[in-house]
């Protein structure tokens, strides 16, 4: 068994952020990174699966040198390899460019299985999962909260509005979207963290994988306009007095407004 | 060495997720309430598989302890560190230390007395059966352990005044004495009482010094509460009271060997263990420098006085500058640590205690400082500042005061 998981190296979530000089992203530089909250669980849960049987996980990110300290980061929690997509050609890229990066990478390894995060702690988007699936023509399924039989056709729980849970079975091979809170997400031991220097990351470009016309600002159909802070809203009131006073009129508001 | 490889940063930032996560949630207990910090230490150990890496040290430590005992290999090449080229295995020691020191000094205290000063206390001094019944344990933090030197009448002067005592009864040893500021003390399993020889005739300050293992519960031995103390309230300290407790020469660290020995060895043995435990300050010393920092840079930003954020007066400046300063020095002294262990070297006395003597006071210095940049606020318990400035003062004062690590660097540039 063959596992994917895909990885996005994001700002760390203490990082002070500040909005860069054409204000169309973020300030990077000097900026501390870590691997997005959500592909933590997808590495977790394919870690999983090779602890209980025989799998080997290969993870992959795009993105400029800097990423190599997630991809070692994953490796020293144990997957086995890396590929590292490190190409100055595919920034600027939109949703589609770089799914069809990483479609291009799932096709070379033709795995059983495909793991990724719901969505990126910086973008939000939530589109490249299904777009990978789309292009590698598998089955997928986002929001995983449960993955059940990974060795015949997988039954996942999928996490549907107003906490109401969905089951569903896929076939292999196959892309899952995990939420948060699947799994536990482990430590890479230290050990681990040493091992992980000798294991093997294969950078590559998007012209190697083919895809060299398919990616980068040029052949994106969306584009950054603008990133800005919101200006403050007004209309807040201040509740003041006893804690009496403030609870009973919160109350009156609530009645108010027609909200019980 | 100029900076952390990568593996190590990877160490750092692993081991922060792990005090984010289970440190700092327990820390209002572990500070005012009466939790012991040995459970969360078992559960960093056994996360990173550092009981896995005591254990392979152990295994190596001892086949070449057999060796030596053996006669196969001379004694000093048993004892000779070895360097590993690349300064990893120290780094993955000193690394979890600094990080913790930026919340609890308390617990790498608590930590560090365990497996660096009682266990390394076995490894150095024990045969082969005495490193594998208490070695171990100690080395994986299975066993809590405690060393014991001081006394209320003997500190700076730890031999000199020494009262505790063991006197031969035919085949055992009959120990007295009390002890007190010993960290783990109200808690720990194994114990290493560091006492006089009852040598009739012989000068006290002539006397062997000889040290035993003693375990929890034996007859004759008490363990106070902890004591209530200024600072590191992470890191229990109690007193110890030994009453007629009768042990056999199984319980003598390096048992007949021990009696040979000329009255100066002991002394010597124990000194290598002080150079250990003062290279450690430095990490200690970093931590709490480096949050100390990070904290008065952010607050100077923040604060507003007299319509402007106080970073941009310049006395707040000049205390940021020497916090940077201090943090820089004890970084390199770090890495030179680091750099030594990479070599299979080791400072010398003089030199260790320079190092301690300086994070020491840049600790208590950076410390209180932050506390001043923070104002009201510093004095608060809310802000953390207030509670490094308290723990850090014990760097001056542990592991030999300020005063005696002036007396050690005069010495060795005077001898
Ligand atoms: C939190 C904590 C944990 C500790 N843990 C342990 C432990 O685990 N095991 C253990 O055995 N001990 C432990 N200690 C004891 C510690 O090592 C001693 O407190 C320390 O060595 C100082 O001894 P003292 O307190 O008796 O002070 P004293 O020696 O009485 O010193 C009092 C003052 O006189 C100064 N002074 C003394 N002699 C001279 C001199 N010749 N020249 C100039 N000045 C001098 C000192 O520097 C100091 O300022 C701990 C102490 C503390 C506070």
Redesign the pocket.
């Known amino acids: 068994m063959k596992i994917v998981v895909c990885l996005k190296q994001v700002p760390h979530s203490d990082a002070r952020l500040d909005i860069n000089g054409d204000g169309t992203w973020i300030q990077e530089d000097n900026l501390k990174f870590e691997i997005n909250s959500y592909d933590t669980y997808a590495l977790e849960e394919a870690l999983r699966i090779k602890d209980a049987g025989e799998a080997e996980v290969v993870v992959v990110s795009i993105g400029p040198d800097r990423v190599t300290q997630a991809l070692r980061t994953a490796l020293g929690m144990g997957a086995d390899r890396a590929v590292h997509v490190n190409d100055s050609a595919v920034e600027g890229s939109d949703a589609l460019g770089i799914a069809k990066v990483l479609a291009a990478i799932v096709k070379a390894e033709s795995p059983d299985l495909v793991v990724t995060g719901l969505m990126s702690d910086d973008g939000n988007f939530s589109a490249v999962p299904p777009m990978i699936a789309e292009l590698c023509d598998m089955p997928s399924a986002t929001s995983v909260l449960k993955v059940d039989g990974a060795n015949g056709s997988l039954t996942v729980e999928r996490e549907l509005e107003g906490g109401a849970m969905e089951v569903v079975e896929l076939p292999k091979p196959c892309l899952l979207a995990v939420q948060t809170g699947l799994n536990q997400v482990r430590y890479a031991s230290l050990k681990g963290i040493m091992a992980a220097k000798k294991k093997p990351i294969d950078v590559k470009t998007a012209a190697d994988l083919g895809v060299g016309d398919q990616v980068g600002a040029g052949a994106a159909k969306v584009r950054m306009e603008k990133v800005y802070q919101p200006p403050k809203g007004e209309g807040a009131e201040l509740l003041e007095g006893s804690t009496d006073d403030v609870v009973g009129s919160l109350m009156n508001k609530v009645k108010e407004l027609g909200l019980l | 060495m100029i900076e952390w490889s990568e593996q190590h940063q990877m160490i750092r930032d692993v081991v922060q997720r792990f005090i984010r996560e289970e440190v700092v949630p327990h820390l209002e207990d572990l500070e005012h309430g009466d939790l012991p910090p040995y459970d969360i230490l078992r559960k960093m150990f056994a996360t990173f598989g550092m009981s896995e890496l005591a254990r392979q040290r152990f295994d190596r430590q001892v086949a070449k302890a057999e060796q030596a005992e053996a006669g196969e290999i001379p004694k000093e090449e048993a004892r000779k560190r070895e360097g590993d080229g690349t300064g990893d295995g120290a780094a993955m020691q000193l690394i979890p230390i600094i990080e913790l020191c930026r919340y609890c000094p308390g617990m790498v205290?608590a930590l560090g007395?365990s497996t660096g000063?009682t266990g390394a206390a076995v490894m150095g001094k024990g045969t082969v059966a005495q490193k594998k019944r208490w070695g171990l344990d100690l080395l994986t933090l299975d066993k809590i352990g405690?060393?014991?030197?001081?006394e209320p009448g003997?500190?700076?002067?730890?031999f000199g005044g020494m009262k505790s005592s063991a006197r031969r009864e035919g085949d055992e040893f009959v120990l007295n004495g009390s002890?007190?500021?010993?960290?783990?003390?109200p808690y720990a399993d194994t114990i290493v009482f560091?006492c006089k020889l009852d040598e009739p005739g012989v000068d006290s300050r002539d006397r062997k010094i000889l040290h035993f293992v003693l375990e929890k519960g034996m007859p004759g031995l008490t363990q106070s509460k902890p004591m209530k103390?200024m600072g590191?309230h992470s890191?229990p300290?109690g007193e110890l009271f030994l009453q007629d407790v009768r042990v056999g020469m199984d319980r003598l660290l390096g048992e007949e060997k021990a009696l040979e020995s000329k009255a100066g060895e002991g002394r010597q043995a124990s000194k290598a263990t002080f150079q250990m435990e003062r290279s450690g300050v430095a990490a200690m010393a970093l931590g709490i420098v480096e949050r100390c920092l990070e904290l008065s840079v952010k607050y100077a930003k923040e604060r507003v006085q007299w319509d402007q954020p106080i970073g941009e007066y310049q006395l707040i400046q000049e205390k940021l500058a020497r916090m940077e300063v201090a943090r820089m020095n004890l970084q390199n002294l770090v890495f030179r640590t680091v750099e030594l262990s990479a070599q299979g070297k080791s400072m010398s006395f003089g030199e260790a205690s320079a190092m301690k003597l300086y994070a020491a006071r840049a600790a208590v210095e950076v410390a209180m400082e932050a506390v001043q940049v923070y104002g009201g606020n510093g004095y608060m318990a809310e802000y953390h500042v207030e509670q490094l400035a308290r723990d850090a003062k014990?760097l001056q004062?542990?592991?030999?005061?300020?005063?005696?690590q002036?007396?050690a660097i005069a010495r060795d540039l005077l001898a």
Do not use: C, H, P, Q
């Open positions: 205290t007395v000063l405690a060393w014991a030197i001081t003997s500190g700076s002067d730890a002890k007190t500021f010993i960290t783990n003390g560091i103390k590191l890191s300290t014990v004062i542990y592991a030999g005061t300020d005063e005696i002036i007396r």
